[in-house]
């Protein structure tokens, strides 16, 4: 088992800056891949960014260049760093994390609010 803890969400200004974290327990050594994902209201749960099984990163066209996923090995910890934040990123962003042994995990999420 997995268990996976978001913090950092907020409220920040179009154009501004805010980086979200996911601190990951458990069976860590069986995690293959690990990611962010959001959802808006109304919207369906949508990949943002994330390490794959194949150790490269991948992204959402929507924030390439304005987001940067990283993480800390040492802390067990993903990041999500987000800059030029726009109103359509507004959601929650949900951590997964998935495992050799074909889990499936998320955290609870963590709510982004970008408004004026």
């Known amino acids: 088992q997995v268990q996976l803890v978001e913090s950092g969400g907020g409220l920040v200004q179009p154009g501004g800056s805010l980086r979200v974290s996911c601190a990951a327990s458990?069976?860590?050594?069986?995690?293959?891949?690990m990611g962010w994902y959001r959802q808006a209201p109304g919207k369906q749960r949508e990949l943002v960014a994330a390490f794959t099984s194949g150790g490269s990163t991948d992204y959402a066209d929507s924030v390439k260049g304005r987001f940067t996923i990283s993480r800390d090995h040492a802390k067990s910890t993903v990041y999500l760093q987000m800059n030029s934040l726009k109103p359509e990123d507004t959601a929650v962003y949900f951590c997964?994390?998935?495992?050799?042994?074909?889990?499936?995990?998320w955290g609870k999420g963590t709510l982004v609010t970008v408004s004026s």
């Open positions: 458990g069976r860590l050594s069986y995690i293959k891949a």
């Open positions: 997964n994390a998935q495992t050799t042994t074909n889990g499936n995990y």
